[in-house]
């Protein structure tokens, strides 16, 4: 299956620091990529949909200004957790599907933030 | 308002026997689902798929049945090995334009006893 890959694999950030998550689609292109987030016992939770060249659609409840997502090229998207506080110690994973076609999206291998 | 729901958050079965995931949801435009594995501190992977035009869809060890009027899916796995312990997630999405969103139930954690 298409490989999509996620870095890093686990962050620890000081309160109020800033902090960059990517996530890069390797062997195929992806118009649109999705940021979800996972706290412990919960379903995976859409946060935003990343569309190359434009803006991200962000769910009700997230925070744009927090959450930056930046979606540069067909193979990269990157998340950036503004200002971190603990409370946005979570595991954050990226998905993407290929444009070319499929139904299915693949996952990165997920991001765990641990803000103290 | 959960849209997909997995009721059991655990369940247990012996290795060799069948293991059943059941997975609802209450909005009747998703018109596709799936089910994804996950292991600790990775992102889920994609393990079988089912159109709402079907209502079953086998991949080996792997079935899924979708039962339209019911609003319900489940997840086989016959014989189940050990190394199918893991969380499944089950998932769907609704027609929409261009984009690809996934709603997820809460997921059941499967242990396989060998």
């Known amino acids: 299956g298409a490989v999509v890959s996620q870095h890093p694999s686990w962050v620890i950030c000081k309160s109020g620091t800033s902090v960059k998550i990517e996530c890069r689609s390797l062997?195929?292109?992806?118009?649109?990529m999705f940021w979800y987030r996972q706290f412990p016992k919960q379903s995976l939770m859409l946060m935003a949909t990343?569309?190359?060249?434009?803006?991200?659609?962000?769910e009700q409840g997230v925070e744009k200004d927090k959450f930056l997502i930046n979606h540069a090229s067909l193979t990269l998207s990157t998340l950036t957790v503004t200002s971190a506080h603990p409370e946005d110690s979570s595991f954050y994973i990226c998905?993407?599907?290929?444009?070319?076609?499929?139904?299915?999206?693949?996952f990165g291998q997920g991001t765990r933030l641990t803000v103290v | 308002d959960q849209q997909v729901k997995q009721n059991s958050p655990s369940l247990s079965v012996q290795e060799g026997r069948i293991s059943i995931l059941n997975c609802d949801y209450t909005n009747s435009m998703f018109d596709y689902f799936l089910w994804y594995k996950k292991y600790p501190a990775e992102g889920p992977t994609f393990l079988i798929s089912?159109?709402?035009?079907?209502d079953k869809n086998e991949d080996g060890r792997f079935t899924v049945f979708l039962n339209k009027s019911a609003k319900h899916l489940s997840l086989h796995i016959v014989p189940s090995q050990p190394g199918d312990s893991a969380v499944y997630f089950c998932?769907?999405?609704?027609?929409?334009?261009?984009?690809?969103?996934?709603?997820f139930g809460k997921g059941t954690k499967l242990s396989v006893i060998p």
């Open positions: 089912i159109s709402s035009i079907k």
């Open positions: 998932a769907a999405s609704a027609p929409g334009a261009g984009s690809y969103q996934l709603t």
């Open positions: 990343s569309n190359e060249g434009s803006k991200a659609t962000y």
């Open positions: 062997d195929f292109q992806a118009t649109t």
């Open positions: 998905s993407a599907r290929d444009r070319v076609g499929g139904t299915e999206a693949f």
